[in-house]
Structures are given as structure tokens and as C-alpha cells.
């Protein structure tokens, strides 16, 4: 009820001079979720109309009723089940990988220049290779994805990803039970299992990275290969 009565309250497409979009108000709806009250549904929506659509469908799925929509998920108690996080290896990196969410979420931020303090010594700062700026042409896209693959600034990269995100998601008062991890990965679940500091996990991720990429690139070769389940 909260969230439609807030959607109700915004100005409609075109009559505000600037339109809000998604992300305004999912971080303004966050936010209002830290004063108190239980998470009741998640809409997955692409405008505001969309938006208000899946609300009034949440209302009616809250009421019980039944609705099917793949957009639209409420829950009723308490979840059941067991919740795994998988930490990702070297090849998941990508520039401008979770751009927005640095934007919005000082977690991520705080992991970034925690990582960056132990990764002197790259072609460029560290927020600089996750984020860099636009690129015109497929020359510049490909430059800039090389300079992020590098072992070194690879797997710092990863990490400080792997670690705002886990940042937030305990802010958000979700925790695991069980951990996993995909190649580097594996030293990150480590880390939040507990085997591991932050601080150690963040020496040991840049001298590994480090001690990777002074092979050389004649060493062999790693291919990431996206397929189907099946």
C-alpha cells in the first residue's frame, strides 16, 4: 500500500521536466524500506506504467488471488529454502561493470578504493580500468577490455566487485548457507566464510594477479566460453 500510494504521488510522463526513471525509484523505495516494515514483493518493470501495472497486480496476488506474471513475485510468511552465493572467476570482468551501482550504493564504492590501494603500478588507476570513458569506436572498446583482462588488474577487479556486493547484501540482512567459488573465485568465498580477512583477501588477490601477468602472455591460454545449460 505504501509503494502504490507513493507511485500515485509522482508526476506522470511528460508532466514533470524531467522524467524519473527506475533506478530513482527503486533507490528512493530502498531507502524508505530502512525505516521498517517487511519486503512483501519484487516487480521486474521497464517504465512507470509498467510499474503501477505490476503493483496493482502485486496488490491483488498479496489479497489472494492468483496471478501469473512473470514480473510481478510476492511472498507470503516467511521464505523457505537455503540461499548459495557463487563468486565468479577471471573472465566475468568487464569495463563498466556495475557503473550504476557504484553510483548509488557506497559499498561498492568503499571496495573499489580498497582494492585500488594495492594495485599500484597498473596503466591506470583501478576505478579508471572498471569505468573508463566512453568508448566511439571498436578499436577504443577493445583497448580498454585488454587493459581490464590483464591478470593484474583482472582479479582486483573482480574482487572489489565480489566484495561491495557482498557488503551489500549483508546491509540488506541476507546471508548464505553455503559458499562457492568459480577459480579465483574460490578466494573470495574463503573470505566470507571467515577463512580469510578483507584485508588479506585484498593483499593476496593483487600479488596473485601480479605474480599471473609477469609470465607473461606466451604462457598458455584461457578461453570463457558462454553456453546453454544443456
Not at 20 to 45: C, F, H, I, K, N
Not at 128 to 152: E, F, G, I, M, V
Not at 163 to 180: E, F, I, K, N, Q
Amino acid at each position: 500500500d505504501r509503494a502504490a500510494a507513493y507511485l500515485e504521488s509522482l508526476p506522470r510522463h511528460g508532466e514533470a521536466p524531467a522524467p524519473l526513471t527506475l533506478r530513482d525509484l527503486a533507490y528512493v523505495a530502498a531507502v524508505e524500506a530502512r525505516q521498517g516494515g517487511r519486503v512483501r514483493a519484487a516487480l521486474v518493470s521497464a517504465s512507470a506504467q509498467d510499474l503501477r501495472r505490476g503493483i496493482a497486480r502485486a496488490k491483488m496476488a498479496a489479497a489472494g488471488d492468483t496471478v501469473s506474471d512473470p514480473g510481478v513475485y510476492v511472498g507470503h510468511g516467511d521464505a523457505d529454502g537455503a540461499m548459495a552465493w557463487l563468486f565468479p572467476g577471471q573472465g566475468s570482468q568487464y569495463p563498466g561493470m556495475a557503473r550504476e551501482l557504484a553510483a548509488y550504493l557506497p559499498e561498492v564504492r568503499a571496495a573499489v578504493s580498497a582494492a585500488a590501494a594495492h594495485t599500484a603500478g597498473l596503466a591506470a588507476p583501478l576505478d579508471h580500468l572498471l569505468w573508463p570513458p566512453a568508448a566511439y569506436s571498436d578499436d577504443a572498446r577493445h583497448a580498454q577490455r585488454q587493459r581490464l583482462a590483464n591478470t593484474a588488474a583482472a582479479q582486483p577487479a573482480i574482487c572489489a566487485m565480489s566484495c561491495g556486493l557482498v557488503d551489500l547484501l549483508r546491509r540488506l540482512r541476507l546471508a548464505p548457507s553455503a559458499l562457492a567459488g568459480h577459480s579465483y573465485g574460490e578466494f573470495v568465498a574463503l573470505h566470507v566464510a571467515g577463512a580469510l580477512d578483507r584485508e588479506s583477501l585484498l593483499r593476496l588477490t593483487a600479488a596473485r594477479g601480479r605474480a599471473m601477468a609477469s609470465v607473461g602472455p606466451d604462457a598458455g591460454t584461457m578461453a570463457a566460453v558462454a553456453r546453454s545449460r544443456e
